[in-house]
């Protein structure tokens, strides 16, 4: 037996050592100042604090910070510190050494990384806040110390979706929405763009793992087609661009299956109507004679002579890069027919070689670059760093708003306004003229009375367009209102507004706060986190702080809520309303001694006939059938609240309170029924609704709960609400509608 652990052991050390032997020659690579003496120091002290610990999978633990350390020099490109960094991330949280005993042998620097990349134990800021928001909230805190704190979580979280396999699947669902709700979009703002791909896609594998696998069979049996494509489409440029004397690489991309899926989604269609699978990127060396964006506009003319571009699809992120730092000449063209296949749209990717760089490591390889000149100069990555600093100087009192406001920073579609000077200031989409006045300065947004794009007047809540010019006008005696909240999107705005109506309106909040919960016990009626979201839904107002003033102010009464907004609605205990969602009162501590203890480790089945026996209920927010993929959400009630994986909220859900998700797996013994709406749409021909109604009502026996149907210029567009058991049901009965002539597309419409 010991001789067998022996030779355990050994394999087990020859493992690290071989990890540890790539890292190094990563390392080399990397071009930065090497210091092998400190890496072979960390990566010494931390084998020994890690001995003999075993991750899930059964590997030594000492894999993962060598996997997370290859990511940080690789993938991301930073050096000694960062390496050394990675390395020692877990050393504090799982070991009984301290961040001081980092400092005292590895200095304040390695220390001060390691300190932020250290989970939280347990609630610091507030007993209510998500473990999850507070280790986020945490993680940001050091930014202000150093922003590779960031990168390197980032790495790390690259790595832990990378080995998710090894998980139970209700922690592959809080992981991957996590992901999915956080890292994936911050991997993106700090211009980490392969790393936000992969963490996408690897979500989506886990959160659906049949619609993957699915798609990726559908790309397989494509692959040749595509391949044909490519080197005709090539072929003409790749000898153009060398008459021209230009030293180039050209790589191919395919679309991930995440991306197919999520434009499938958006955009209500089919993987065979998703016609942009294919990418092109022409990498070039630049010349020194000639600055980058006119070889890369000269690329274009190139690619151009050959091929038809399309009118709307050509994008100049070179002229004014995205504020993620990500410069690059894009343009999709028309690849004329060949045979009997038809003409296929394909996006092209131009860049130099820095700007393939920038896209490819974000924020570390923007640094490098920034060595005088103009590169010296502030770009937007930089203000956007600015802009993060300030929301964690002046944080939102609760953790899981303050989660919500900095996901508002992390918007990924840009556009570009101009202040009368003719400066840029770059906005997300969507940004109103009040974005802009606080985007300025603050005291402009406090004070701002209304504005002018393109020198007419316009309000403080209209959206702002891509190349307005715009004027804001203040006014000393302006001071902002409650509604203001609605009229913003960026996060700086937001908090700066919530900043101020919790300092100069805090006795009104706690005023409308105690009238909302008081006219709740007047009805009888639980003040949870669902029937608090019905109010604000009805009376029109996203954000809390906004409500609790109308109410207080008078703006808004509650008088005859019970019958317009409440019907006898049922008691779903749901997390306390003011908790999770205003960061002021104690959670609803009802206890149900009838409703058994939900085992979270397991897989739940849930099927018709185990009413009664398991609570569970369906999220109106998505309004799942049994066969969809499903997880669960567990309240302090012990019921189980159902949504869709994809649903918005179970996303949230996930990435705020991911202690209480399980697994879940939902099936219909076709004992009970469930509402689905299908779109239909086809040839507008007399007598075609009453073929539908025939194959629904007729053939398969459904049921029919609204139908809204409209017809123009000889094409008709409509919508069944109808009860159906599940969704094999439900996809047997679409086939059968697909086979009359007249009707050309049809599918389920998510809620």
Same mark, same amino acid.
């Given at each position: 037996m010991?001789?067998?652990l ?8 020859a493992l ?5 032997y790539?890292?190094?020659?990563d ?6 100042r090497?210091?092998?003496e400190?890496?072979?120091k ?9 001995q ?6 059964g590997e030594?633990?000492?894999?993962h910070?060598?996997a997370?350390a290859?990511?940080?020099v690789r ?6 510190t960062s390496i050394?960094a ?5 050393v ?6 301290t961040?001081?005993?980092?400092e ?6 390695i220390?001060l990384i390691?300190d932020g990349?250290?989970k939280i ?6 007993t209510?806040?998500?473990? *999850?928001a507070?280790n986020f909230? $945490?993680?940001?805190? #050091? =930014?202000? /110390?150093?922003?590779r704190?960031l990168? @390197? ?5 690259l790595?832990?979706m990378?080995?998710?396999?090894s998980?139970?699947?209700a922690?592959?669902?809080k992981?991957?929405?996590?992901t999915l ?5 911050l ?9 936000k791909?992969e ?9 659906h793992?049949?619609t ?8 397989n ?17 790749e000898?153009?661009?060398?008459e021209?004397?230009y030293?180039? *690489?050209i790589e191919?991309?395919? $679309?991930?299956?995440? #991306? =197919?899926? /999520?434009?499938?989604q958006?955009k209500? @269609?089919?993987f065979e109507?998703?016609?942009d ?8 060396k630049?010349?020194e004679?000639?600055s980058?964006k006119?070889q890369?506009?000269?690329i274009?003319?190139?690619?151009t002579?050959?091929?038809m571009?399309?009118?709307?699809r ?5 002229s004014?890069?995205k ?13 004329p027919?060949?045979g009997?296949?038809?003409?296929q749209?394909?996006?092209?990717q131009i860049?130099?070689?820095r ?9 570390s390889?923007?640094?490098?670059y ?8 502030? /770009? ?12 964690i100087?002046?944080p939102?009192p609760d ?7 900095f996901?508002?920073n992390l918007?990924s579609t840009?556009i570009?306004?101009f202040?009368?000077?003719g ?5 997300p ?6 974005d802009?006045a ?13 504005a002018?794009?393109?020198h007419k007047?316009?309000?403080?809540s209209q ?5 307005d010019?715009?004027?804001i ?10 509604e ?9 705005a937001?908090?700066r ?6 300092k100069e309106?805090?006795a009104?909040i ?8 008081k006219?709740f ?7 949870n986190?669902e ?5 604000l839904?009805y ?8 409500f609790?003033?109308?109410?207080a ?5 509650l008088?005859d809520?019970e019958?317009t907004?409440f019907?006898l ?14 960061g002021?009162?104690k959670?609803?501590?009802k ?21 009664g026996?398991?609570?569970y209920?369906i ?5 799942p059938?049994?066969g969809?993929?499903?997880?669960g ?9 159902l ?6 909220v179970?996303?949230?859900l996930?990435?705020?309170f ?18 689905a ?7 507008d ?8 109604l025939?194959?629904i009502?007729?053939?398969?026996a ?6 809204n ?11 069944f609400?109808i009860f159906?058991?599940?969704?094999e049901?439900?996809?047997i ?9 007249e009707?050309?597309?049809i599918?389920?419409l998510?809620d």
């Amino acid at each position: 037996m010991k001789k067998s652990l022996e030779n355990t052991t050994t394999k087990e050390d020859a493992l690290i050592q071989e990890q540890y032997y790539y890292l190094i020659e990563d390392y080399k690579k990397s071009g930065h100042r090497l210091d092998f003496e400190l890496v072979d120091k960390a990566f010494q002290f931390a084998n020994k604090a890690h001995q003999g610990v075993k991750r899930r999978s059964g590997e030594p633990y000492m894999l993962h910070p060598l996997a997370v350390a290859r990511v940080v020099v690789r993938e991301i490109g930073l050096g000694t510190t960062s390496i050394c960094a990675a390395l020692l991330h877990d050393v504090v949280e799982d070991t009984d050494y301290t961040v001081e005993d980092i400092e005292n042998l590895f200095g304040k620097r390695i220390a001060l990384i390691v300190d932020g990349l250290t989970k939280i134990a347990g609630g610091v800021f507030g007993t209510q806040a998500s473990s *999850q928001a507070e280790n986020f909230r $945490k993680l940001l805190l #050091s =930014i202000s /110390n150093d922003v590779r704190v960031l990168m @390197i979580k980032i790495a790390d979280r690259l790595h832990n979706m990378r080995t998710l396999s090894s998980m139970p699947p209700a922690k592959q669902y809080k992981i991957a929405g996590e992901t999915l709700y956080i890292y994936a979009p911050l991997a993106y703002r700090l211009g980490l763009f392969k790393i936000k791909t992969e963490l996408e896609n690897l979500s989506f594998k886990y959160e659906h793992p049949d619609t993957y696998g699915e798609i990726e069979r559908k790309l397989n049996e494509g692959e040749e087609k595509r391949e044909e494509v490519y080197t005709r489409f090539i072929t003409p440029i790749e000898q153009r661009l060398r008459e021209k004397g230009y030293e180039f *690489q050209i790589e191919k991309r395919v $679309k991930t299956p995440y #991306s =197919i899926w /999520n434009k499938m989604q958006t955009k209500h @269609i089919e993987f065979e109507d998703v016609y942009d699978l294919l990418a092109v990127r022409i990498i070039f060396k630049p010349r020194e004679d000639i600055s980058e964006k006119e070889q890369c506009f000269m690329i274009y003319t190139t690619i151009t002579s050959f091929y038809m571009p399309h009118p709307d699809r050509t994008r100049d992120w070179v002229s004014q890069p995205k504020a993620n730092g990500y410069e690059a000449l894009h343009c999709t063209v028309m690849v004329p027919a060949h045979g009997k296949d038809v003409g296929q749209w394909v996006e092209v990717q131009i860049r130099s070689e820095r700007m393939h760089e920038i896209a490819e490591k974000g924020l570390s390889a923007h640094w490098k670059y920034k060595v005088g000149g103009e590169e010296a100069q502030e /770009n937007e990555l930089d203000n956007w760093l600015k802009t993060i600093k300030e929301i964690i100087e002046n944080p939102e009192p609760d953790a899981l708003d303050f989660l919500d406001t900095f996901k508002l920073n992390l918007f990924s579609t840009e556009i570009f306004v101009f202040t009368p000077k003719g400066d840029i200031r770059v906005l997300p989409q969507g940004a109103t003229a009040l974005d802009l006045a606080f985007s300025l300065h603050s005291d402009l947004g406090l004070h701002c009375i209304g504005a002018k794009a393109n020198h007419k007047l316009i309000p403080l809540s209209q959206a702002l367009n891509s190349g307005d010019q715009v004027e804001i006008l203040t006014s000393d005696s302006r001071f902002p209102e409650s509604e203001w909240l609605s009229y913003v999107t960026t996060a700086r705005a937001k908090s700066r507004l919530k900043q101020y109506f919790r300092k100069e309106n805090k006795a009104l909040i706690n005023k409308g706060k105690e009238m909302i919960e008081k006219k709740f016990a007047d009805m009888g009626i639980p003040f949870n986190q669902e029937n608090g979201q019905l109010l604000l839904d009805y009376f029109k107002v996203k954000e809390k702080i906004e409500f609790a003033l109308d109410v207080a102010s008078g703006k808004i009464s509650l008088q005859d809520i019970e019958k317009t907004v409440f019907k006898l609605k049922s008691n779903v205990g749901w997390r306390n309303f003011w908790g999770l969602q205003f960061g002021f009162g104690k959670s609803d501590s009802k206890e149900s001694g009838a409703m058994p203890k939900i085992d979270r480790k397991k897989t739940v089945k849930l099927t018709d006939d185990v009413q009664g026996k398991i609570p569970y209920v369906i999220a109106d927010c998505c309004n799942p059938i049994p066969g969809d993929d499903v997880l669960g959400y567990v309240d302090n009630d012990e019921t189980i609240i159902l949504h869709k994986r994809q649903c918005p909220v179970a996303v949230q859900l996930n990435a705020k309170f991911g202690e209480r998700i399980i697994s879940a797996e939902w099936k219909s013994k076709k004992i009970l029924s469930y509402i689905a709406t299908l779109e239909i749409k086809g040839f507008d021909t007399q007598g075609i609704l009453m073929k539908i109604l025939k194959v629904i009502s007729e053939d398969y026996a459904v049921n029919i709960q609204k139908i809204n149907i409209e017809a123009k210029d000889g094409v008709f567009s409509g919508q069944f609400n109808i009860f159906v058991h599940n969704t094999e049901d439900l996809n047997i009965l679409c086939a059968k509608i697909a086979t009359i002539p007249e009707v050309k597309s049809i599918k389920r419409l998510e809620d």
